[in-house]
């Protein structure tokens, strides 16, 4: 029966250390969007009994093919900070048994001992073996860069605990924003559109104008990540949707906000398609002049739109994001298939500039600018070293080992997304800076591309030093 076992250290203490595995959103930080999806639970933290419900996959096969294996685990264990482990109750190997052991650390920080202890279903060649294993070295590697990053940054903030109103909450983002709160020890209430919200969540109707004003009433802040998905042919009803849900959204909760009695933060996602799509030569900062084109007219009535909050003196700032890399979704998540048949390459102009942002570390900016009182207006959310689409292709064959050889013609992404949408999606050209964000005291955990795609895709080599 195979034996796998990560250690990891952490510069903080046993308590602070176990307590965060502990709250909500522990598992979400903790795994590899595109590795496992959490379809249930957990349904009582990781109390003896409780259940997760989950599909486990890969990146690469799961954009190839969006398919994944059922799996029920169960808590088994628990000595609170010192242990818990849990096991499969139904899923593809006969057994599975994972231990997490927690002790002190020399200096007041914390050892944590990963055992896991798993039998296939069939007996496997050793070359089988040795590839699960590589995988669970991923895993593991990206939790303990993801803990590590996640508690260092808690910290830097020192927040008291907060309640933070979120829309868009189930999205890409909004779920890692959420979870990172949530193990952070702060309140989520999550603004739904449902007319009978669930537990820890509220109502609203952004199209009506409607919102639970008592769910806002009682919150400190608010996230807004609301806003219909730019992928997609850009036909006239699709650019409505985009424009309508980001004007309407924000126009709401703008004249929420405005009232009294109502949280003074308000972070909100924007887009670096504010700066147009092509700005061959520039540096980008918030200070650029706006661009030209569709998304720059949507980006500039979106933040336009909070303008009656800002107005009654509530703090807000806009995240202006770049391209998110994530092996759940988003930009990247679409090109895996290619490069795993060999057959991926640059999308766009190889000198073209792309400006980019690991999918924790924008969880992250969100935290950082709610808690960072000085921060406002437009900001940046890209990483500090934005590549050309050359070196992209090349990175990403680098990661999967696989080849970067061939620039995909430019048929392709007009035959997904219509001319139009591969004019303001693909071929773009932005350098963009992300000085201000920076400046504010925010720290990377991904600043380069390499250690961006190796975390996103749980390849064994990401960044693991203190």
Same mark, same amino acid.
């Given at each position: 029966?195979?034996?796998?076992?990560?250690?990891?250290?952490?510069?903080?203490?046993?308590?602070?250390?176990?307590?965060?595995?502990?709250?909500?959103?522990?598992?979400? #930080?903790?795994?590899?969007?595109?590795?496992?999806?959490?379809?249930?639970?957990?349904?009582?933290?990781?109390?003896?009994?409780?259940?997760?419900?989950?599909?486990?996959?890969?990146?690469?096969?799961?954009?190839?093919?969006?398919?994944?294996?059922?799996?029920?685990?169960?808590?088994?264990?628990?000595?609170?900070?010192?242990?818990?482990?849990?096991?499969?109750?139904?899923?593809?190997?006969?057994?599975?048994?994972?231990?997490?052991?927690?002790?002190?650390?020399?200096?007041?920080?914390?050892?944590?001992?990963?055992?896991?202890?798993?039998?296939?279903?069939?007996?496997?060649?050793?070359?089988?073996?040795?590839?699960?294993?590589?995988?669970?070295?991923?895993?593991?590697?990206?939790?303990?860069?993801?803990?590590?990053?996640?508690?260092?940054?808690?910290? #830097?903030?020192?927040?008291?605990?907060?309640?933070?109103?979120?829309?868009?909450?189930?999205?890409?983002?909004?779920?890692?924003?959420?979870?990172?709160?949530?193990?952070?020890?702060?309140?989520?209430?999550?603004?739904?559109?449902?007319?009978?919200?669930?537990?820890?969540?509220?109502?609203?109707?952004?199209?009506?104008?409607?919102?639970?004003?008592?769910?806002?009433?009682?919150?400190?802040?608010?996230?807004?990540?609301?806003?219909?998905?730019?992928?997609?042919?850009?036909?006239?009803?699709?650019?409505?949707?985009?424009?309508?849900?980001?004007?309407?959204?924000?126009?709401?909760?703008?004249?929420?906000?405005?009232?009294?009695?109502?949280?003074?933060?308000?972070?909100?996602?924007?887009?670096?398609?504010?700066?147009?799509?092509?700005?061959?030569?520039?540096?980008?900062?918030?200070?650029?002049?706006?661009?030209?084109?569709?998304?720059?007219?949507?980006?500039?009535?979106?933040?336009?739109?909070?303008?009656?909050?800002?107005?009654?003196?509530?703090?807000?700032?806009?995240?202006?994001?770049?391209?998110?890399?994530?092996?759940?979704?988003?930009?990247?998540?679409?090109?895996?298939?290619?490069?795993?048949?060999?057959?991926?390459?640059?999308?766009?102009?190889?000198?073209?500039?792309?400006?980019?942002?690991?999918?924790?570390?924008?969880?992250?900016?969100?935290?950082?600018?709610?808690?960072?009182?000085?921060?406002?207006?437009?900001?940046?959310?890209?990483?500090?070293?934005?590549?050309?689409?050359?070196?992209?292709?090349?990175?990403?064959?680098?990661?999967? #080992?696989?080849?970067?050889?061939?620039?995909?013609?430019?048929?392709?992404?007009?035959?997904?997304?219509?001319?139009?949408?591969?004019?303001?999606?693909?071929?773009?050209?932005?350098?963009?800076?992300?000085?201000?964000?920076?400046?504010?005291?925010?720290?990377?955990?991904?600043?380069?591309?390499?250690?961006?795609?190796?975390?996103?895709?749980?390849?064994?080599?990401? #960044?693991?030093?203190?």
């Amino acid at each position: 029966m195979p034996v796998f076992e990560h250690v990891s250290h952490y510069p903080h203490p046993r308590e602070e250390v176990f307590a965060w595995h502990t709250r909500p959103g522990g598992f979400v #930080r903790l795994t590899p969007p595109g590795m496992a999806t959490l379809l249930a639970g957990p349904t009582d933290g990781i109390e003896v009994g409780s259940e997760l419900r989950l599909k486990i996959s890969d990146p690469v096969l799961n954009g190839l093919l969006g398919v994944g294996l059922p799996w029920l685990v169960r808590h088994v264990e628990l000595v609170p900070g010192e242990r818990f482990v849990d096991e499969q109750v139904r899923g593809p190997l006969k057994s599975w048994r994972h231990e997490h052991l927690f002790s002190d650390a020399p200096g007041g920080g914390t050892t944590i001992t990963d055992r896991v202890t798993w039998e296939p279903p069939i007996p496997l060649p050793g070359f089988a073996i040795d590839i699960i294993t590589g995988r669970l070295a991923g895993m593991f590697t990206f939790r303990e860069a993801q803990l590590r990053d996640d508690l260092a940054l808690h910290s #830097r903030l020192g927040a008291a605990p907060a309640h933070v109103v979120v829309t868009g909450a189930s999205g890409l983002i909004g779920t890692q924003v959420c979870a990172l709160l949530t193990t952070g020890g702060h309140r989520v209430t999550r603004l739904v559109r449902s007319k009978k919200p669930g537990p820890g969540e509220a109502s609203w109707d952004p199209a009506s104008g409607h919102i639970d004003r008592a769910a806002l009433e009682g919150a400190d802040a608010v996230v807004h990540l609301a806003g219909a998905s730019i992928a997609g042919r850009f036909t006239p009803a699709h650019k409505e949707a985009i424009l309508r849900s980001r004007v309407d959204g924000t126009t709401t909760l703008a004249r929420a906000l405005a009232s009294g009695g109502m949280p003074r933060t308000l972070v909100q996602a924007s887009g670096i398609g504010v700066y147009g799509a092509r700005r061959p030569g520039d540096l980008l900062t918030e200070a650029s002049a706006p661009g030209t084109g569709f998304l720059a007219e949507v980006v500039e009535a979106w933040e336009a739109s909070a303008q009656p909050a800002v107005d009654a003196g509530v703090r807000a700032a806009f995240l202006r994001t770049g391209i998110v890399l994530s092996g759940g979704g988003g930009a990247l998540l679409p090109q895996l298939p290619l490069f795993l048949i060999g057959a991926g390459g640059r999308l766009t102009a190889a000198d073209a500039w792309l400006s980019w942002i690991g999918l924790d570390d924008m969880a992250r900016a969100y935290a950082h600018a709610l808690f960072t009182p000085g921060l406002d207006g437009p900001v940046n959310a890209v990483a500090p070293q934005p590549v050309t689409a050359g070196e992209f292709a090349r990175e990403l064959g680098r990661t999967l #080992r696989r080849p970067a050889l061939l620039p995909t013609p430019d048929f392709g992404p007009k035959l997904v997304l219509g001319s139009e949408g591969a004019d303001q999606l693909i071929d773009t050209d932005q350098r963009v800076s992300s000085a201000k964000l920076e400046a504010s005291g925010f720290v990377f955990g991904q600043p380069t591309l390499t250690a961006a795609l190796r975390h996103a895709l749980a390849r064994p080599g990401a #960044r693991t030093e203190a």
